[in-house]
Nanobody, 120 residues
């Protein structure tokens, strides 16, 4: 089993930045593709970004391309999402995903989510 704990969410003004972290425990995730998804109120969960186990491959949703960067530190069993130039439409609960079929397929494990609010 894998437990995922997200952190780093909060309130930020439009144009600002946040860095989300997802710490995995219970089992190493270094061989798993990892990703981030988000769900805004009243909307379905959507793909944000994913990264292969070796960090050589990354995928991004068109809506965040050029603004968000996904990375991972396998030694720390942690994946990150650097979010820059945030927009009000980025407001959502962000979920970490592990054991993902890239770029946004079947997910083996989900975190509980961390909320991001971007004010205009």
């Amino acid at each position: 089993q894998v437990q995922l704990v997200e952190s780093g969410g909060g309130l930020v003004q439009a144009g600002g930045s946040l860095r989300l972290s997802c710490a995995a425990s219970g089992r190493t995730v270094r061989r798993f593709a990892m990703g981030w998804f988000r769900q805004a109120p009243g909307k379905e969960r959507e793909f944000v970004a994913s990264i292969g186990w070796s960090s050589s491959t990354t995928y991004y949703a068109d809506s965040v391309k050029g603004r968000f960067t996904i990375s991972r530190d396998n030694a720390k069993n942690t994946v990150y999402l650097q979010m820059n130039s945030l927009k009000p439409e980025d407001t959502a609960t962000y979920y970490c995903a592990a054991d993902l079929v890239p770029p946004y397929g079947r997910v083996g494990y989900w975190g509980q989510g961390t909320h991001v609010t971007v004010s205009s």
